[in-house]
């Protein structure tokens, strides 16, 4: 274990990539063996280029980190997760790398929503939404974020809009539980 983060960050730059990628995935692989915490798991799954590894664990970390209430914990781990996705669709490991876009999109547009950093909650929710089938339903939880973020912003026009449009979405696609949350949060949102 290298202790002093400047040794650590040259010991890092002057190993080469792929050696580095091996004693990561190894690192990995062990600490599954001691329980090694899953933050760390990730990190070594994401530094050893295991995409399916690493957006599990920093899945996970994400919405453990919301659990405790550290939104700003999940903030990092989902864009992370986004970032891993958006590598894939050039790499190709992943089976719908664009599907995981959308899904990874939509938790970090949620957590800069409950961080309310809603500027960039926007953007990214958007960028979900232009990649989202039109009929599937995960179109219809970004537009379901996308009224979150409109209410949290005080535009409940806006809001029930999206609302509307998610509960149709949903109902198109057959999600007949998404349909009953939707219109669950739009009678709670009236009252």
């Not at 995960?138 to 537009?143: E, G, I």
């Not at 973020?149 to 998610?166: G, I, V």
Request: hydrophobic share 45%; aromatic share 6%; proline share 2%.
């Amino acid at each position: 274990v290298i202790s002093h983060s400047l040794i650590r960050e040259v010991a890092g730059a002057t190993i080469p990539a792929a050696v580095r990628r091996e004693l990561h995935e190894h690192a990995g692989n062990l600490g599954s063996d001691l329980s090694m915490p899953r933050e760390a798991r990730a990190l070594h799954a994401l530094v050893a280029q295991d995409s399916f590894d690493a957006l599990l664990l920093l899945d996970q970390v994400g919405e453990a980190a919301l659990c405790w209430d550290d939104v700003d914990g999940a903030v990092l781990a989902f864009r992370r997760c986004l970032e891993v996705a958006r590598r894939e669709i050039f790499r190709g490991e992943l089976d719908d790398p664009m599907r995981a876009v959308v899904i990874f999109s939509r938790k970090l547009g949620d957590a800069l929503t409950r961080s309310g950093d809603v500027t960039d909650a926007d953007g990214v929710l958007r960028e979900a939404l232009d990649l989202a089938d039109p009929t599937g339903e995960d179109r219809a939880k970004v537009l379901f974020s996308l009224a979150n973020l409109e209410r949290t912003r005080r535009r409940s026009d806006d809001a029930f809009r999206y609302l509307r449009e998610a509960i149709d979405v949903a109902h198109r696609s057959g999600s007949h539980s998404l349909v009953e949350a939707f219109e669950a949060a739009s009678r709670s949102w009236a009252s």
